[in-house]
Nanobody, 121 residues
């Protein structure tokens, strides 16, 4: 059974930093695109950052220059370093991975359970 488990959320003051981590476990053949999404109360889930297996990254304008995504292909982990946090970054953050489970013939999308990030003074 494939699982994504996030860690690292919490409460931080404006302009502070947090680091989120996500580990994929289980029988996995390969992991392609990995990413982070967030969902604030009353809003749709939105993309925060993605990273390909060859380390190409994408950020929307709302977080570009403040957030940094990285991954370790050997450990099946993805990390989101968040700096200069703003109150509007408050949301539940979800890890996502497009991967091929061992023995499967096609890629599937998996989600973590989410971790709360609250930016407030």
């Amino acid at each position: 059974q494939v699982q994504l488990v996030e860690s690292g959320g919490g409460l931080v003051q404006p302009e502070g930093s947090l680091r989120l981590s996500c580990a994929a476990s289980g029988s996995i053949s390969s992991i392609n695109l990995m990413g982070w999404y967030r969902q604030a109360p009353g809003k749709l889930r939105e993309l925060v950052a993605t990273i390909t297996r060859t380390y190409s990254t994408y950020y929307p304008a709302s977080v570009k220059g403040r957030f940094t995504i990285s991954r370790d292909n050997a450990k099946n982990t993805v990390t989101l370093q968040m700096d200069s946090l703003k109150p509007e970054d408050t949301a539940v953050y979800y890890c996502n991975a497009d991967l091929v489970p061992f023995g499967a013939t096609k890629q599937e999308s998996y989600w973590g359970q989410g971790t709360q990030v609250t930016v407030s003074s």
